[in-house]
Structures are given as C-alpha cells and as structure tokens.
C-alpha cells in the first residue's frame, strides 16, 4: 500500500492551496476513514480532518473549521484537501493516512496511532 500526497508548496497569507492524497495497493472504498494529518517543527503531529468513506461523514479540527475542505473522489482512489485562507500558523508537513473502518461510529474516533498506512508528507508554507 501507498499513499502519495501532492499540492504543497509556498503561499502568501490568505492564499489556497489543494493537496491531493493518491492510494495504490488498496481501494478507497467505504470500508475505510482518511485523515489528513500535519506536523509543524517542534510540534506534535496533529490530525485537522478526517472523512468517513462509508457514509461521507467528515470531522474538522477547531483550526481549521471553515477554510479546510476534504473530499474523497473513490472512482480515482483519491481524497483531497482544500485549504483556503491560509496563515502562517498552517506551515507544516502534511501527511494523509487511511484505517480501516470499523472500531468507531464517527471518522473522529480514530486517533493518530491508530491509523494503519501513511504517506510521506508535502510541505506546506505559509508566509506572511
């Protein structure tokens, strides 16, 4: 299994960006939850939102409530995250990870140490 993240990359304050989180080796289908996880320096990696392919449900992290969007596209095998209105505080490395569905009723449920595949992460900055 693989996961591959694109998109990052430099942006001005208030500025987007879309990453994108492509899976080969297993298929997005509704038996899975995937989250989109970031990690600045010094810092701890922190989950920001999650989607539940079963049922589309998503979850979203008080930082980034209203300016991030996920969205899963299964026929490609692929969900992305779009995020707008970026501030400097959303400089870090962005990693996507899929579990297997099951263990909780919401995508939330599923803590970081939990998930089971991870991508090697894109780097997002933002400048002020």
């Known amino acids: 299994v693989q996961l591959v993240e694109s998109g990052g990359g430099l942006v001005q304050a208030g500025g ?9 080796g297993l298929t997005l289908d509704n038996r899975y939850v995937i989250g989109w996880f970031r990690q600045a320096p010094g810092k701890e990696r922190e ?3 999650c989607i539940s392919n079963s049922d589309s449900r998503t979850y979203y992290s008080d930082s980034v409530t209203g300016r991030f969007a996920i969205s899963s596209a299964n026929a490609k095998n692929t969900v992305s ?14 990693y996507c990870a899929v579990v297997r569905h099951g263990q909780y009723f919401y995508c939330e449920g599923y803590g970081r140490y939990e998930y089971d595949y991870w991508g090697q992460g894109t780097q997002v900055t933002v400048s002020s």
């Not at 987007?16 to 080969?24: E, G, I, Q």
């Open 81 to 94: 995250l779009q995020m707008n209105s970026l501030k400097p505080e959303d400089t870090a490395v962005y």
């Open 16 to 24: 987007s960006l879309r990453l994108s989180c492509v899976a080969s």
């Open 47 to 49: 989950r920001i939102t």
